[in-house]
C-alpha cells in the first residue's frame, strides 16, 4: 500500500469542466446557467498530463489516465475516472515526495484517508497495472461550477468551485459530515492571457482550497477559465512539495 499514497492524492484532485457569463445570485451555494455545455456532453474525454518539481526522469509520464463524461442529468454531469500505474513508478514517486522513510501504518491510513475521501477504489491485483476509479459528480454551468465530492455524490449538498463573476477575496465554504471545514477563496484573476493552455494562452482564475488536518495535503489550488472550465490543479503537501496537473477539454479545444 506503500507506494500508492501520491497516485490517488493527485488523481482525484479532479472535478470539473465547463465554460462563462453572469450570475445575479448572491448565495454561493446557488449556481446558475446553462448546462448544457459541449464540455460536459456523454463522450467528451479530457487530457491529463501531471508535472511534478525535481521529476527529471518524467517518472508521472508513466501515469495512463482516463476521464470521460458517462452521464449528463437535471444539470449533473458525471465523470468516469480512471488512473493505471505501475508499481516502479510509484516507488519513484515516493522518493521525489520525500515520504519513503514513513511507517508503514502510517502510508496505510494515508492510503484509507484518500480512497475514503473521494469514494475510489484501488485494484492492485496486478502490480504492474495497479488501477484507482472513481467517478465524479459535478455541476458546470455556463456561470461557473460547482462539485459533490466531499459530499460523497449527494446533489442536495454542493461546494463551489468558482463563480466567474466573482471577484479577488470571495470565498465559498464547506463543511463535511464529520464537520471538517474547507473553504475556498479566489486569490488572483488574470488581466492578460499569461495561462499556457495546450498550445496558446488564455486569461485564468485561481482558486485555493486549504485542506484542514490532512495528512498528506497542505493547499490544492484549481485554475479555472470561463470558455475552458477547470483547466489546472497545483497541490501543495505538507512538506513543501508541488505537482501540477494539466486538464485539458479535447471536446472545445
Given at each position: 500500500?506503500?507506494?500508492?499514497?501520491?497516485?490517488?492524492?493527485?488523481?482525484?484532485?479532479?472535478?470539473?469542466f465547463s465554460?462563462?457569463?453572469?450570475?445575479?445570485?448572491?448565495?454561493?451555494?446557488?449556481?446558475?446557467?446553462?448546462?448544457?455545455?459541449?464540455?460536459?456532453?456523454?463522450g467528451?474525454?479530457?487530457?491529463?498530463?501531471?508535472?511534478?518539481?525535481?521529476?527529471?526522469?518524467?517518472?508521472?509520464?508513466?501515469?495512463?489516465?482516463?476521464?470521460?463524461?458517462?452521464?449528463?442529468?437535471?444539470?449533473?454531469?458525471?465523470l468516469?475516472?480512471?488512473?493505471?500505474?505501475?508499481?516502479?513508478?510509484?516507488?519513484?514517486?515516493?522518493t521525489?515526495?520525500?515520504?519513503?522513510?514513513?511507517?508503514?501504518?502510517?502510508?496505510?491510513?494515508?492510503?484509507?484517508?484518500?480512497l475514503?475521501?473521494?469514494?475510489?477504489k484501488?485494484?492492485?491485483?496486478?502490480?504492474?497495472?495497479?488501477?484507482?476509479?472513481?467517478?465524479?459528480?459535478?455541476?458546470?454551468?455556463?456561470?461557473?461550477?460547482?462539485?459533490?465530492?466531499?459530499?460523497?455524490?449527494?446533489?442536495?449538498?454542493?461546494?463551489?468551485?468558482?463563480?466567474?463573476?466573482?471577484?479577488?477575496?470571495?470565498?465559498?465554504?464547506?463543511?463535511?459530515?464529520?464537520?471538517?471545514?474547507?473553504?475556498?477563496?479566489?486569490?488572483?484573476?488574470?488581466?492578460e492571457?499569461?495561462?499556457?493552455?495546450?498550445?496558446?494562452?488564455?486569461?485564468?482564475?485561481?482558486?485555493?482550497?486549504t485542506?484542514?488536518?490532512?495528512?498528506l495535503?497542505?493547499?490544492?489550488?484549481?485554475?479555472?477559465?470561463?470558455?475552458?472550465g477547470?483547466?489546472?490543479?497545483?497541490?501543495?503537501?505538507i512538506?513543501?512539495?508541488?505537482?501540477?496537473?494539466?486538464?485539458?477539454?479535447?471536446?472545445?479545444?
Amino acid at each position: 500500500m506503500k507506494k500508492y499514497i501520491y497516485t490517488i492524492a493527485l488523481a482525484f484532485g479532479i472535478l470539473a469542466f465547463s465554460a462563462c457569463s453572469d450570475d445575479s445570485s448572491t448565495d454561493p451555494n446557488v449556481l446558475e446557467g446553462d448546462t448544457n455545455l459541449e464540455a460536459t456532453e456523454v463522450g467528451s474525454e479530457f487530457g491529463i498530463y501531471i508535472k511534478m518539481d525535481g521529476d527529471t526522469k518524467g517518472v508521472l509520464n508513466n501515469v495512463e489516465d482516463s476521464v470521460v463524461v458517462t452521464k449528463r442529468e437535471n444539470g449533473i454531469t458525471t465523470l468516469s475516472a480512471k488512473f493505471v500505474v505501475s508499481e516502479s513508478t510509484m516507488i519513484d514517486v515516493d522518493t521525489l515526495l520525500g515520504i519513503e522513510i514513513l511507517p508503514e501504518p502510517t502510508k496505510r491510513d494515508i492510503v484509507d484517508h484518500f480512497l475514503k475521501r473521494f469514494d475510489a477504489k484501488l485494484d492492485t491485483s496486478d502490480m504492474e497495472h495497479i488501477t484507482i476509479t472513481t467517478e465524479i459528480k459535478v455541476k458546470a454551468t455556463d456561470k461557473g461550477i460547482q462539485d459533490f465530492v466531499y459530499s460523497k455524490g449527494n446533489t442536495n449538498k454542493p461546494f463551489t468551485l468558482i463563480k466567474y463573476d466573482d471577484g479577488v477575496g470571495d470565498k465559498y465554504t464547506f463543511t463535511a459530515d464529520d464537520g471538517t471545514q474547507y473553504t475556498r477563496e479566489i486569490v488572483s484573476k488574470s488581466t492578460e492571457d499569461d495561462y499556457p493552455l495546450g498550445f496558446f494562452n488564455i486569461k485564468v482564475t485561481k482558486v485555493q482550497e486549504t485542506q484542514p488536518n490532512d495528512p498528506l495535503l497542505k493547499t490544492i489550488s484549481y485554475y479555472t477559465n470561463h470558455k475552458f472550465g477547470l483547466v489546472g490543479i497545483e497541490l501543495e503537501t505538507i512538506n513543501g512539495k508541488i505537482a501540477k496537473i494539466e486538464i485539458l477539454p479535447w471536446a472545445i479545444l
